[in-house]
């Protein structure tokens, strides 16, 4: 007798196969993505095609005390990220920054995480600059093209998210500027480092545009 418990077990075993494919073309097609971004022979601390001023590389520096390992801090005055270390380190990486008030500094959570996400402009966005934005309204698929680039940190505030991103960027002269709507831009090849050193909850706190505030160096 064929009974439902059977059904769903038989059909389970019929479908988990091509269920399962695009999962593994997906990642096939990231893992292309991830070396069409990152230069040949990349050395963090060296490797610069995009023309960035030597400061914004990858660097090892010493960070002030009192601050948590895995915390991100984002100086918004001198454009650096900073992923803190165990033992008073942290890395430092270069970032852009939102342009004018857009920037809203604050502490954050790292809600999700994604890799080459796709994206849709918020609402206010399609508003202010309809001319950019307004063909993006139905959203852009993932991709070396895309506004987020490789990989996206998504913050929060509780269980809220403020639709503001620390994410890869394809506009990688941008780095060091307040270019963005409002979101925290990395090199893509940089950001990808530093994925994996992220656990959803960390915390992240954008300081105001006025403040230094992380390392030493």
Partial sequence: ????RHFITTTAALFSAPIAAPAFAAQDQWAAWDAQVTPANYNPSVS????LNPRFLPRVVEANPGLAPGEIHVDA?????????????????????????????????????????????????VKREPEIYAKFADG??????????????????????????????????????????????????HIIGL???VSVGTTARLYPADDFITASN
Wanted: net charge positive.
């Fill in 77 to 125: 005055v001198a454009r650096y990220l900073y992923h803190i270390q165990e033992g008073g380190t942290a890395m430092r990486y270069g970032v852009a920054i939102g342009r004018g008030n857009l920037y809203e500094p604050g502490t954050y959570t790292v809600g999700r995480k994604a890799k080459w996400p796709s994206w849709t402009p918020t609402a206010q966005m």
């Fill in 140 to 189: 852009e698929p993932g991709g070396p093209q895309n506004p987020l680039g490789s990989r996206a940190l998504y913050l929060y505030v509780g269980n809220r998210d403020t639709m503001l991103r620390i994410h890869g960027t394809p506009l990688s002269r941008s780095i060091g500027s307040r270019a963005s709507s409002g979101c925290v831009r990395m090199v893509m090849a």
């Fill in 1 to 4: 007798m064929l009974t439902r």
């Fill in 195 to 197: 994925y994996d050193q």
């Fill in 48 to 51: 610069n095609p995009w023309g």
